[in-house]
């Protein structure tokens, strides 16, 4: 919350500032939902398992935020940060339907991008490139997970591999005034990560996430 | 220049802020079932009994179920029952018609055990009450007969079913989880009399048809069993597990090969029977375990079996058959089978997450 209030009292001190928008030296921050949707392909589960024992995860809104640094006029940095996410685990193909469990996961992002247009004009799309880390941790497991895997044994846990990924953006950033601006932007990471549990047991699955964000930004100079 | 110094503090805040909120490890999560179940009662012949015949010499020999008894020996209903948070399932019936001439061991009278609701018992058939290794099937002058000489109470299905109603008020209390799996004995109990018929020089198609009727109107019986005496007695959830492909099994191997394709086909009999008898009912879930058992035979490494052909216990019976009977045949990883039919205890973890699995789908788990 006191991150929340530096930010309101910083732009209440910086609305009288009249230079163009997005310019070079310029910082953008924007904060927003994000939701993020994998498109997932799932290998099937390690031995022991049923044929076409699959797994999907499901897709999940949160905040956002974001801080980019105008480089040039044209080219900036943005760095996405934000509040976790906890993803559904559901079974697919013979095990389809059957709620496994959750994992929570944050990706700090690192974006290089390029914006059209000049400084001042109103629509400015942008497109960018970089590096996400995506970091897996909190898993939680459930009854079913335990009875599909090691029916009557113990509880079965499980970890999913974080994994550093390249990311690729389109974006467009609307402006409202000098310093408020709207932003819409859409992320496809490319990612593949494995599952482990404490059967012994592997599952491989390509996650390939999309996000789509929608953010109110202020800049600063 | 000031503000962008406040503006870069304020960006580590946020960062520690979400490094907080990055608490966790691995939880396991709820492992309570969906539904609540008050017990599980099972019917069924050796591929559920979880002891019936644990008594006298059988127990003294460390044997007792119809597997790889020792260590961690769980069969699939016992699996079943834990995953429900029921504990260990105990035998509604214990004893032995031993002939101790033969066995060397005293018999035990039957015993029946309130509060115990695992009714099923090795050797059981649908409604005949002589089944495999039932001392009543003894014959001195026959040796290959001496094997029934244990005594196994082979107490039929519709006598399990009859016994719980009689010790319960005569129905079900809806809130329990009822687990019926038969057919294996009528399926090699007639398969057996083809094969006698045909040896003494009777005509295979007229053996091979008075098999197949004879075991569907076992298969029969068991959809009206169910019917009547389980679900119209006020069970609500009940699984069925059809029959494994016993023409694949260690037992028929090497057998003439009109044989194996009487046993192949009464299976097959038995379980389309029951499915189309049984039909679709929301109150009943039919396992499918003949399909993943032959799956198992085509494909051993996805469910990391090593053997799917050899018996661990070798020729000893699984219901005597230990760990310490299958040291010397051990070659280092999971057999299917303990016997001749009966799955090694790691087969029925197989089994019982195919029954979690098809629960799970249903809502049941």
């Known amino acids: ?221 | 220049m000031m503000t962008r110094k406040v503006l870069i503090r304020s960006l580590g805040l946020l960062a520690a802020a979400v490094l907080a909120a990055c608490g966790g490890g691995e939880d396991a999560g709820n492992q309570n079932p969906k539904v609540a179940y008050s017990r599980l009662v099972s019917f069924g012949d050796s591929l559920s009994d979880v002891g019936s015949y644990k008594v006298s010499g059988v127990a003294a020999a460390g044997g007792g179920k119809f597997t790889v008894n020792g260590g961690d020996d769980r069969i699939w209903v016992e699996r079943l029952s834990q995953t429900l948070g029921l504990g260990a399932p105990c035998a509604a019936q214990t004893g032995l018609n031993a002939i101790q001439a033969v066995v060397g061991f005293p018999p035990v009278p039957a015993t029946n055990h309130s509060g115990c609701y695992a009714y099923a018992q090795g050797g059981a058939r649908v409604t005949n009450p002589v089944g495999p290794g039932n001392a009543l099937l003894f014959n001195p002058a026959d040796s290959t007969s001496y094997g029934n000489a244990i005594g196994a109470l082979t107490r039929p299905l519709a006598s399990q079913v009859a016994g719980h109603l009689a010790a319960n008020g005569g129905s079900f209390g809806g809130d329990e989880l009822v687990a019926v799996m038969a057919g294996g004995n009528d399926s090699i109990v007639n398969t057996a009399i083809f094969g006698a018929t045909v040896a003494a020089g009777g005509d295979p198609a007229t053996a091979a048809a008075a098999a197949t009727t004879a075991v569907t109107a076992a298969a029969t019986e068991l959809v009206a069993l169910i019917k009547d005496q389980i679900l119209a007695k006020g069970a609500q959830r009940v699984i069925v597990v059809n029959l494994p492909d016993l023409s694949q099994t260690p037992a028929y191997a090497g057998q003439d090969a009109a044989v194996v394709a009487v046993v192949a086909g009464l299976v097959q009999a038995f379980n389309n029977t029951v499915a189309s008898g049984v039909g679709s009912d929301a109150r009943v879930l039919i396992i499918d375990a003949y399909t993943i058992d032959r799956d198992q035979n085509a494909n051993p490494a996805r469910y990391a079996l090593a053997d799917v052909t050899r018996p661990a216990c070798g020729e000893t019976s699984s219901l005597l058959c230990s760990l310490v009977t299958i040291a010397a045949n051990n070659a280092g990883g999971d057999f299917k089978y303990a016997d001749g039919v009966h799955p090694t205890p790691f087969t029925h973890q197989l089994l019982a997450q195919l029954v979690a699995v098809g629960m799970a789908q249903r809502g049941w788990l």
């Open chain 1, 1 to 221: 919350m006191k991150t929340t209030y530096s930010l309101i009292a910083l732009a209440a001190l910086l609305a009288a500032s009249t230079a163009q928008a997005q310019s070079s030296g310029d910082w953008l921050v924007k904060a927003g939902a994000n939701q993020i949707a994998p498109k997932v392909s799932s290998d099937e589960l390690s031995p022991p398992a049923l044929p076409d024992t699959r797994i999907d995860v499901e897709a999940k809104t949160a905040l956002i935020f974001t801080a980019a640094y105008m480089w040039t006029d044209n080219v900036s940095f943005e760095f996405f940060g934000g509040l976790p996410y906890k993803h559904d685990i559901v079974g697919d193909g013979a095990i389809e339907g059957i709620k496994l469990g959750k994992v929570k996961q944050v990706s700090p992002t690192l974006l290089a991008q390029y914006r059209f247009g000049r400084p001042d004009d109103m629509f400015r799309p942008y497109v960018g490139a970089g590096v996400t880390y995506a970091y897996f941790y909190g898993t939680e497991g459930s009854a079913a997970l335990t009875a599909t895997t090691n029916p009557g044994g113990p509880p079965t846990t499980s970890e999913v591999d974080s994994k550093w990924a390249v990311s690729f953006q389109l974006g467009l950033n609307v402006k409202i005034d000098d310093h408020w601006f709207v932003d819409a932007s859409l992320i496809k990471t490319p990612l593949k990560t494995t599952t482990h549990l404490s059967t012994g047991q592997s599952i491989a699955t390509k996650l390939d996430p999309l996000s789509f964000g929608l953010a109110v930004g202020y800049r600063f100079r």
